[in-house]
């Protein structure tokens, strides 16, 4: 007889803001995992396979089928506003029972974890479990896994924090889905090396947005509200059966030791696991690591082969997006995916917005000078200057008037360096980009074709 697991009722008590018809369905999908994980048909499975490598290939696949139905446990258990310790509890019993089930037949495979896409079962192991169960559960398959498409470059990277002789993947391939949420996590880290935080700051404040525009990760958040209910210790809970908080910037604050206090009120943001490493493991499993050391594996610069604009010439919306972006063909292709038309620009403030996932607008808040400092820094870097902005003093200390006054000076600086920082507007939208001064009047002309002013 296999372990048994506990029975964990989900909670339902929640301080509700709005009726969720879905709760129901939810509690009744886990309630049935519970019973076919408790009821161990997987093992009468295999009474019907007499040769011993038809058990083999049987017990594979039952190992793979009840480790992707814990998962799903263990992230709805933390989802619904359970302590992490519950979440760790239900993850605990699952390494003793998936032992049980390999005892009867050891597979044919190991089984899989791989880092596809968005999985927040990865990250809430590696933040609660200790090394010798993270060990058969997460590290052994993981390095066993030599398929790079389901190995994630930036995710890897992060990872190596958590091992003392981690194995990186021969090769990475670029996910066609994985990149919506990793290239801006690798971009975040590297804008500042020093200031890691400012740049995780920065990509938590686009994060509700980028994630819910899409569609392919079918995350999404509420229409009136960024979430629906919050539990008896005010955690706020994002109650669809995908979960999605912020797991892959918890996982960056834990692996480099960030100050996170600019993070906590994003209603995204797993702050209570990253609590819980620093609490029970971060001192003791991971104590090999010095602090604020970081990764074991050095991140490598984000790079991208970008758009030649003298040799490439689209035409209308599509070109004006590609000397606004200074040929990024990431950011083209999502503002592209985010508008649809390409005939004309419905919202102004929505295109820069996109553009500012990846360093190459300001859409800072003209009265937040601080965010509006580091988004000139990041916008001088990501055009490639050689001469690095420097923040000047100012007449006002802080406010609107230290940002007038900060705008003026990049105004100038940038026109010294080749480009011009153009304030775009719209209907009542309004952004600012900055683009290279030799397609200033191909970019004017191109705006008043497509009733963009500035």
Known sequence: ????????????????????????????????????????????????????????????????????????????????????ATA?????EMCAARTAIEALSPPTEPP??????????????????????????????????????????????LQSAFHQDYKMARKYTRDKF?????????????????????????????????????????????????????????????????????????????????DDTGLRDHPYYPGDLVD?????????????????AGPTMALDPYSVVRIDLSKKKAKGFRRWLDIASDGDPDAVGEVIGVCKNLRKVKSITRVVNVMGDYGIALTADLKDDRTFEGELIRIAKARKIETAYVVPATKYDAGSGRCSELLEHARDWFAEHGHRLIELSQDGDWGIIVIDQTWEDEFRDLSRGLDVQY
């Open 1 to 84: 007889m296999l372990p048994q697991l506990k029975h964990i009722p989900l909670v339902t008590d929640f301080k509700m803001r709005a009726p969720f018809e879905n709760m129901e369905r939810v509690v009744a999908q886990y309630e049935h995992q519970f019973e076919f994980l408790n009821s161990n048909s997987y093992v009468k499975l295999q009474d019907a396979f007499a040769e011993s490598s038809e058990r083999s290939y049987q017990t594979n696949n039952v190992v793979n089928h009840f480790l992707y139905t814990v998962r799903k446990q263990v992230v709805a258990l933390y989802g619904l506003g359970h302590p992490v």
């Open 88 to 92: 760790k509890d239900r993850l605990q």
């Open 112 to 157: 899989q974890a791989g880092q596809t896409y968005r999985d927040p079962f990865l990250t809430i192991a590696l933040l609660t479990l200790p090394h010798e169960e993270l060990e058969a559960l997460l590290w052994q398959p993981l390095f066993d896994n030599t398929k790079p498409k389901e190995r994630i470059y930036v995710i890897d990277v």
């Open 178 to 258: 994985a990149h919506i949420w990793a290239d801006p996590l690798h971009k975040a880290l590297n804008v500042d090396p020093d200031n890691k935080e400012a740049g995780l700051a920065h990509l938590m404040d686009g994060w509700t947005e980028r994630m819910a525009r899409f569609v392919p990760l079918d995350w999404k958040p509420w229409e009136e509200e960024p979430y629906k209910y919050i539990a008896d210790d005010g955690r706020k809970i994002f109650a669809l059966p995908n979960f999605g908080f912020a797991y892959e910037v918890a996982l960056a604050v834990c692996a480099y030791d960030l």
């Open 276 to 292: 819980y490493y620093r609490e029970n493991l971060r001192d003791t499993r991971d104590a090999w690591r010095k602090q604020g």
